[in-house]
């Protein structure tokens, strides 16, 4: 199956720092890339989809200029929590949704996480 | 409102027992369902997806079966295994500017 890479996998940083996590679709192109934050025993929560190319849209909640999202090729998306918090702390997870091909089906891949804490 | 509902919460059975999974859905129009499996700390894997026309789709020990006219699925893990222990999450596809619609998960934990 297809795959996606997250990088860092965790990162630690101090509050006020701002922190890139990288999102990349090793074997296909992925025209639409998902920002996914997770708490602790809960299900993923939407927080924002990229398509290649154009801005972000951003669920409700979530702030755009604290959560910067930048998708400039169709295997790379970066997610970039600014000024973070403790309470930014969290598991996120990217997703890829393959360029749709005649005969394909939909699917979308999800990166391995990466786990925020900031102290 | 496009609402993914599954059931149990948690789940704890015996290795080598089989499991049933349900998830319950009211997304319209409805594009396709599909079962992943995460593992704590990890991202989810895909198991199955599902399209309208179909009802039932196999993945080695999981099977997935789909009742679109009921707005049922159900995922089977036949004679679990210690490492199936994780969060199964059903997500549907479709309504209004096609969103993806998670589940809160069904946690499973299979104990020797």
């Known amino acids: 199956g297809a795959v996606v890479s997250q990088h860092p996998s965790w990162v630690i940083c101090k509050s006020g720092t701002s922190v890139k996590i990288e999102c990349r679709s090793l074997d296909f192109q992925a025209t639409t890339m998902f920002w996914y934050r997770q708490f602790p025993k809960q299900s993923l929560m939407l927080m924002a989809t990229?398509?290649?190319?154009?801005?972000?849209?951003?669920e409700q909640g979530v702030e755009k200029d604290k959560f910067l999202i930048n998708h400039a090729s169709l295997t790379l998306s970066t997610l970039t929590v600014t000024s973070a918090h403790p309470e930014d702390s969290s598991f996120y997870i990217c997703?890829?949704?393959?360029?749709?091909?005649?005969?394909?089906?939909?699917?979308?891949?999800f990166g391995p996480g990466t786990r925020l804490t900031v102290t | 409102k496009n609402q993914v509902e599954q059931s149990p919460q948690s789940l704890i059975i015996l290795e080598g027992k089989n499991c049933t999974l349900q998830c319950n859905y009211t997304v319209s129009p409805f594009s396709n369902l599909r079962w992943y499996k995460q593992d704590t700390g990890r991202g989810p894997v895909s198991l199955t997806i599902m399209t309208f026309s179909e009802n039932t789709k196999s993945n080695g020990r999981y099977t997935a079966t789909l009742d679109a006219d009921t707005k049922q699925s159900s995922l089977h893990i036949t004679a679990s295994q210690l490492s199936d222990s994780a969060s199964y999450i059903c997500v549907v596809s479709g309504g209004g500017g096609f969103k993806t619609i998670f589940g809160a998960g069904t946690r499973l934990f299979v104990k020797a």
């Open positions: 990229s398509n290649e190319g154009s801005k972000a849209t951003y």
């Open positions: 997703s890829a949704r393959e360029k749709v091909r005649q005969g394909r089906r939909y699917e979308q891949y």
